[in-house]
């Protein structure tokens, strides 16, 4: 990586990430190392843990807070063991069964200090995170996802975790009433020298961030670099068949009118062929890049590249996505 910007300079970068939990958090592992970065993270999650505690005690859902959270604890032993507490997940016994610790913690942040945000902050300070969390918004809202059909899915979770009538594809998305952009995530883009979208589910993680009020409106004021990362694979719920255009032109569509992003970063290295039969048996497929049509939707280019790794379960190569996003 370029020392200088990254080391040698008295300014390190200022890098926001807006996504959901899984796929935004594995930006962050390398990007906290070379910047001041902050996620902004969808709010909107409405199945498991967390969505058992926001229908019992009315609380926005504390899971994709969490997984970025533990991203950002700092690299070393004591902070490895808070990640692998905070991930525990109860096994058994009545009302505890399903839930992660680092969700309970969080709940009962929010209830201690009386807030969302206060308890992120709080919980931040206390784990010496390298690094912001930011909610999206403070509104409870629920995703609602238009099919093809004319049909509605309400429910951030049955959307993404639809099973039957996949021939159904999702038109749009939006929310059951207004939800207005929390104003420090929004100093924080004001403020950005880069802003990274994704990666992560397309209608139920990426977009629904642009769904708040305030969002589109302050990435088309910002004067930072707007980068999005395209996922590795389909989704057979979200985006079965789309190729790599199709999934910037949804990102320009919920973008404000003639906005686009600077840079779409695909990734064109291998997949182990392990990988690659496992997903297929769950109709996911490597996301096929179609440069030509990619190239008019972005204003400055494609970045193509090794951006994958794993051999049985598929993740973003962290490090070298840090490091495109630093060169650009």
């Known amino acids: 990586m370029n020392e200088k910007t990254t080391r040698g300079s008295s300014k390190r970068l200022k890098i926001i990430v807006i996504g959901g939990g899984t796929g935004v958090s594995t930006v962050l592992g390398a990007l906290k190392k070379v910047s001041d970065v902050t996620a902004i993270v969808s709010t909107m999650d409405s199945g498991g843990s967390s969505g058992r505690l926001r229908d019992e005690h009315g609380i926005l859902p504390p899971g994709d807070i969490l997984k970025c959270i533990s991203e950002l604890l700092p690299d070393d032993l004591r902070s490895t063991k808070w990640r692998d507490i905070l991930n525990y997940r109860f096994r058994k016994g009545k009302g505890l069964e399903g839930h992660s610790l680092g969700n309970l913690l969080l709940a009962a942040a929010y209830d201690w200090e009386g807030g969302t945000n206060f308890g992120i902050d709080a919980v931040s300070w206390l784990l010496n995170l390298q690094g912001r969390v930011l909610p999206v918004t403070l509104n409870?809202?629920?995703?609602?996802?238009?099919?093809?059909?004319?049909?509605?899915?309400?429910?951030?979770?049955?959307?993404?975790?639809?099973?039957?009538?996949?021939?159904?594809?999702?038109?749009?998305?939006?929310t059951s009433r207004r939800a207005q952009i929390y104003k420090p995530a929004l100093e924080a883009i004001q403020k950005a020298d880069k802003v990274v979208i994704g990666p992560g589910s397309l209608f139920t993680s990426v977009l629904p961030n642009f769904l708040v009020e305030g969002l589109?409106?302050?990435?088309?004021?910002?004067?930072?670099?707007?980068?999005?990362?395209?996922?590795?694979?389909?989704?057979?719920?979200?985006?079965?068949?789309?190729?790599?255009?199709?999934?910037?032109?949804?990102v320009n569509e919920y973008c404000q009118e003639?906005?686009?992003?600077?840079?779409?970063?695909?990734?064109?290295?291998?997949?182990?062929?392990?990988?690659?039969?496992?997903y297929e048996t769950e109709r996911k497929f490597p996301v096929e890049l179609d440069m030509a049509d990619c190239e008019k939707k972005v204003k400055k280019g494609v970045i193509t590249g090794s951006y994958c790794k794993g051999k049985t379960i598929l993740r973003h190569d962290s490090a070298r996505l840090a490091q495109t996003i630093l060169e650009l």
């Open 258 to 278: 003639g906005e686009l992003m600077d840079h779409m970063i695909v990734n064109t290295g291998p997949i182990s062929e392990v990988a690659r039969r496992m």
């Open 140 to 174: 409870d809202v629920q995703l609602i996802a238009k099919l093809s059909d004319g049909s509605d899915i309400e429910g951030e979770t049955k959307i993404d975790l639809r099973k039957d009538d996949l021939y159904r594809r999702i038109e749009y998305i939006y």
């Open 216 to 250: 589109p409106e302050a990435l088309a004021e910002t004067t930072a670099q707007k980068i999005y990362v395209c996922n590795l694979v389909t989704d057979p719920s979200e985006t079965d068949g789309y190729k790599a255009s199709d999934f910037i032109d949804k």
